[in-house]
C-alpha cells in the first residue's frame, strides 16, 4: 500500500510550470523513464512537503532529481543537505545526478537507476518465510 505523503497546495502551479520548462538533462532522463520504462511508473515535478522533486516514483518512494550549476553555488549543498534528509525521514529514497552526467554519461545513469530500482523492489517484496508452509 502506498504511504501518503503530505504537500504544500501551493506547490501544484510551481510544479506544473516546471513540468513545462524542464532542463535538457531532465527532459533526457525523462524520455528514458516515462512509461514504465525501467519497470516503474514515475511522474514529474511532484510536490512532497515543502519540495518539488524532479522524478518521484510512488510505489517505491523513490525520488530522482537532476541536479545542475546552481547546486554549487554558496549555500545550496547545505540547502540540497536539509532536503535530502527531510525527503528521508518520510521513508523516501533520494538519488542526485549531476545534470552534466545525465547529458554526458546517459547510459552510466539509467544503469544505475536500474540497479537502485532491483534494490529497492527486493527490499519492498516480503520475503516467504519456510515457517507454515508444509510444502
Known amino acids: ?3 501518503i505523503i503530505p504537500y504544500h ?14 532542463t535538457f538533462g531532465e527532459i533526457a532522463l525523462w524520455r528514458e523513464i516515462k512509461g514504465r520504462n525501467l519497470g516503474q511508473r514515475f511522474s514529474r ?16 518512494q ?11 553555488k554558496p549555500g545550496h549543498p547545505e540547502k540540497d543537505k536539509r532536503r535530502q534528509t527531510r525527503l528521508e525521514s518520510f521513508g523516501i529514497t ?3 545526478f549531476l ?3 545525465v547529458k554526458n554519461n546517459l547510459p552510466l545513469v539509467i ?25
Request: include cysteine; hydrophobic fraction near 35%.
Open 99 to 101: 545534470d552534466t552526467d
Open 1 to 3: 500500500m502506498r504511504k
Open 45 to 60: 515535478q511532484i510536490p512532497i512537503d515543502q519540495y518539488i522533486v524532479d522524478f518521484y516514483c510512488k510505489d517505491l
Open 94 to 96: 533520494a538519488v542526485r
Open 9 to 22: 497546495p501551493y506547490l501544484v502551479v510551481y510544479a506544473k510550470e516546471l513540468r513545462n520548462n524542464m
Open 62 to 72: 523513490l525520488a530522482i532529481e537532476v541536479d545542475g550549476s546552481i547546486h554549487f
Open 111 to 135: 544503469n544505475e537507476l536500474k540497479q537502485l530500482i532491483e534494490k529497492l523492489e527486493q527490499e519492498s517484496t516480503p520475503s516467504l518465510s519456510s515457517e507454515g508452509n508444509r510444502y
